[in-house]
């Protein structure tokens, strides 16, 4: 058995991340959500020519009766504040650092994924795992929106409460969204108690 890859020409531009769902209002149809990224590496809608070159091309590959829609993911920045308190003998700063970096590189956006969800029991064996940490105080995903006025950053305008979207440990993203910490400095903020 051989299985054929196809790929879309680069021309036609760059899709960074694909998610598949069925459509609720059509059972021979799939939703197909899309998500490109910028020179920054950060995520951003995809072009409306992207989406129509990529519909033009699977047109060769689907049957007559199949639909296919292409949507753009809902791009959910997030970010995370922890509180933890330290053995003896260990700088906060050095704990905080350690801690932040271990999460920055969790959630790098290489490994999101539109529809993935967050285990949260994941962040925090990260936090737990870290020299010097002996407990966890607090651990809340948050939202960010708009231009936050703190740093002047500008992130997605989509809505999101991560409180309303906890469910048995894991915070999940609205269909067809793809989570994203997009300025890591700013966004997981460490103190300790």
Known sequence: LIARVYTLPTQFGRIFRVGVADNPNNPRGVLLYIV????????????????????????????????VDILDARIINIGFEYTVTIE???????????????????????????????????????????????????????????????NGNPYSSEGFNPVDNIDRGYLF?????IFEVKFPNDDIIGRVI
């Open 88 to 150: 003896k003998g260990y700088r906060p700063e050095v704990v905080i650092t350690s801690i932040n970096n271990k999460l920055k590189d969790y959630f790098r956006i290489d490994k999101a994924q539109i529809n993935k969800p967050i285990p949260i029991g994941e962040v925090e064996n990260l936090i737990l795992n870290t020299a010097g940490v002996i407990s966890i105080v607090s651990n809340q995903p948050i939202s960010r929106t708009g231009n936050n006025t703190n």
């Open 173 to 177: 993203p609205p269909d067809g969204g």
């Open 36 to 67: 490109s990224r910028d020179r920054n590496r950060k995520l951003v809608l995809s072009p409306d020519t992207l989406k129509q070159n990529l519909d033009k091309y699977l047109n060769k590959f689907r049957l007559v009766s199949d639909a």
